[in-house]
Nanobody, 114 residues
C-alpha cells in the first residue's frame, strides 16, 4: 500500500529555513503528482505547493518566492524548501500523493517562533 513519511519539521526562528522531506513507497512515484499541504489550529487544510509528474509546479500566494517544491524520482522523495519563515507558517505540514486517489502522510509539525 502507499506510504508517505514526512520528516524535517521542527522549531525555527522567524526568518529561518527548514527543508521538509517526504519519502514514498508502495507506488510508482514518478507517475504521481505530489503536494504539500498545511493545517494550522482552527483552520482548514490548505495547499502549499504541488509538483506534477512532469515537474510543473504551483504555489499558494502566501509562500511564492519563499518556498520551493522539488522531487527526486530516483529516491521516491519530494521536498519542500522553506525560507524566510514567518510565524503564520506555523502548522502541521502534510505530504500528499495524487493520481486516481489521494494519499496522505501523517504530518510533521513546523513551528516558527522566537
Amino acid at each position: 500500500q502507499v506510504q508517505l513519511v514526512e520528516s524535517g519539521g521542527g522549531l525555527v526562528q522567524p526568518g529561518g529555513s527548514l527543508r521538509l522531506s517526504c519519502a514514498a513507497s508502495g507506488m510508482i512515484f514518478s507517475l504521481y503528482a505530489m503536494g504539500w499541504y498545511r493545517q494550522a489550529p482552527g483552520k482548514q487544510r490548505e495547499l502549499v505547493a504541488r509538483i506534477t509528474s512532469d515537474t510543473n509546479t504551483n504555489y499558494a500566494d502566501s509562500v511564492k518566492g519563499r518556498f520551493t517544491i522539488s522531487r527526486d524520482n530516483a529516491k521516491n522523495t519530494v521536498y519542500l524548501q522553506m525560507n524566510s519563515l514567518r510565524p503564520e507558517d506555523t502548522a502541521v505540514y502534510y505530504c500528499n500523493a495524487e493520481r486516481r486517489s489521494f494519499y496522505w502522510g501523517q504530518g510533521t509539525q513546523v513551528t516558527v517562533s522566537s
